[in-house]
């Protein structure tokens, strides 16, 4: 009897150790690191009620960073009369793909008796 208490506990102990292990894997590969994100800057006119003039002030590599220098450049600008400005942090859209050029033509320039090509 007393072989059978030990068995099963053992039986016990082993299980709980494989649980407590498939869920420690679980949870640590589940979790995808976030994508990495970046801000851009910008400052927009509006005149009336309408939009005049945007600029780009720059780029950051996370939202505060971003705030921090968009502070900094408001502080710096003053607007003409008339003019109201607002400036705002954007998340950066994705990147284009690649595009690739076509190739360029090996014929000579036209009008020049194949002095040159393009």
């Known amino acids: 009897m007393t072989r059978l208490i030990h068995n099963l506990t053992g039986l016990l102990f082993g299980l709980t150790i494989a649980a407590l292990l498939a869920l420690w894997y679980v949870s640590a590969h589940s979790a995808e690191p976030p994508p990495k994100q970046t801000y851009i800057g910008v400052v927009v006119a509006y005149q ?23 502070q900094s450049v408001m502080v710096e600008v003053t607007p003409k009369p008339g003019i109201s400005l607002a400036a705002l ?3 950066a859209p994705p990147a284009p793909p690649a595009a690739t050029m076509p190739p360029q033509s ?13």
């Open 48 to 70: 009336n009620g309408e939009v005049v003039a945007s600029e780009s002030i720059g780029y950051a590599a996370n939202q505060a960073d971003c705030m921090k220098g968009v």
């Open 89 to 91: 942090c954007t998340p």
């Open 106 to 118: 090996k014929d000579p320039v036209p009008g020049h008796k194949g002095e040159g090509s393009v």
